[in-house]
């Protein structure tokens, strides 16, 4: 049974939240109609749709999608589905289809917008309503298509607001993203690391911007980098980035949690205008990115100490070491995390090759850092599973986050501040008044 | 069956436009069989593979296969690719395949070779005269110096040379020659496309059945007989070309450096479908319904036109 909009927002509190929200396949299928159905999901960058006719399949919530570039240079995001039989026009993966898709099944052929292009032995078709230009012959495109700075966003609702409202003050970190690229601009080089999580795809969200399991969760992986660089007698970039998690406490408490309306945020530390020249690499880059912007604009650029961003829906991108992080729900305790790494253009390859170091130390499946999170999050499926309890705590500081125009803002690092922020976000799509009024604004 | 690897073994001249090659397998593997009036398809490299075909001349069961190519003034880019190829070089091609083979059924057989149409005929003579069966070989060009394989077929006592030298009256005497149909008779017959249209009319009306005749035009099995050239007028693209009998308007397109839309070139998808503005449509597709076609539909992978000139709004 469907619940009402009013059972659904009694699963979430001020400070907690029902275990169901994690565990109930009726309530996931309803995530993917009015989550993943209307707000505004990343796609994919242009840069992995480079020529025309190059494709990029992914998901929008369980709906498969692929996205294509057009041969005016517009990138389409359709639905992969032939509207003859059905098939998926495309296998998964990356490719070019040439000039027009053609599907394996019976070659019924689309133009690159999606458009019928034709069917073999189109005489059979003479006298019934087939009819290439209606609609029902066409793939059909996801509603809304937009892009910002390269990366492309798709909302399957015709109505809503537009891209940049959405994302709101976490646009912000994809334009310090691009901005470390002399000239502006990133792309995804190299391949995407795939990791499927035994758990709902909220439990990462939460963790993104979860200050108070870093020193807990990665012990072994915090223990075994300072073991390493005690060995070795020095402290190399890939260990440093492993001790990272082990800071006390009072570091963690420090840090600023920014939160968004629609459950995006970012976690920051202090602006600190000596990162720029902290070591070789920094240096270097901020040395290119001198010449492009000036001296002060580039310190402000590198200066810019953001960790995780959370953008609700999407994923996490992380600006400083050139990372995102999509994630996508496969079903209530399954999670796909497609990991995309950026190359700044124009900037120096020492950059690039820092945030490759970083996609293998932290992001990737065969990651020190990782499998600690993958392992916690399974632990929160199953326990969520047992009969040991109803409701999942975040008091942290519940009440102490300053309530701002656009969101909120933590007074203490450690505040559950991001997870109240994203759960609020979770019933405003949720509960279904919201939808119907959006929809009846449109009309 | 995947294509098959060639080295050039040895290029001779045999006339000023005529080089004939010897091509072997790279490696220890026997080169795949075939059987009398079989081809091989090359593959000409370029931007896009274009395949064209050649007829063996040499007799089956050797560790070769010999082609013999003419160079063409108007060529689509494959003899001239051939007349290219030095000793030593490597080649892709496709397997043999036969779409004139010699009849089981026949008891004798009345082979007409046209110019570089000798090349198939050639390959059957020798072929016939290994295993014993009764055969004539009617061999006709413009100038001696002009035919290749000259020497050999003069060897042959089953040989007829009709050389005109500019005097029209020493051309093939098709009437006399193929007075007498016999029932386990048959006809081959490779040349220029006049030529073989014009012999194939004449065995018709002399009484010859339709299943008797076995013709070849030099290209292969690609062609429609009869064909002629014309020009299409592109309207978007703005360009005139002209479409020879062994071209379709999509090859023309392509060599002209277009960009079409195309898929299956056999005139089944309708992806290259273009529209007719002027002109008279000759229809090959198997694709376009009647109705389509009066609204000017044209398929310009297979189709021709009737009038001298088409136009398309493509």
Redesign the interface.
Known sequence: MIPTNEQIAELIREDSVHKSVYTDPVLFKLEMERIYGHAWIYVGHKSQVKNSGDYHTTRIGEQDVVMVRGSDGAVNVLYNRCPHKGAKLVADGDGNVGKFFRCPYHAWTYKLDGQHLSAPLKSGFEGTCYDPKHADFSMVSVARVDSYRGFVFASQASYGEDLKTFLGGVITSIDNLCDRSPVGEVEVVGGIFRVQQRSNWKVFYENLHDTMHARVTHESSVDAARGEAEAIGEMPFELLIMDGNGEPYDFWEKLELRAYTNGHGYMEAIFDPAAAERDVVSREHFECLKKAYGEERSREILGMNRHNTVIYGSGSPHTVFMQFRVIRPLSVDRTMVEIQTFRCKGAPDSVFDRALTYANVINSPSSNVMPDDVEVYARCQEGNMTRGGEWISMHRYAGKDITLEDGAISTNGTSELPMRNQFAAWKKFMTATIIAKESTHAA | MSSLSLMVRQIDSLTPRIRRLLLVSTDSRPLPTFTPGAHVELHVPGERIQRRAYSLVNEPGTDYYEIAVQLEENSSGGSRWVHSLSEGQVIQAEPPSNQFPLSDSADHFVLIAGGIGITPMLGMARALKSSGKTFSLHYSGRTPESMAYLDEVKKLEQSNLWITNGNSSKRFPARSVLADPKIAQHLYICGPNQMVNSVLQEARELGWKDDHLHYEVFTGALEQLGDKPFDVFLKESGLTLTVNPDQTVLDVMLEAGLDP?F??RRG????C?AQVLEGEADHRD???????RSLGSFCPCVSRATSERLVLDI
């Open positions: 839309m898929d299956c089944d998808c309708g992806v479908v198997i694709c376009l319904s009647e109705r389509e």
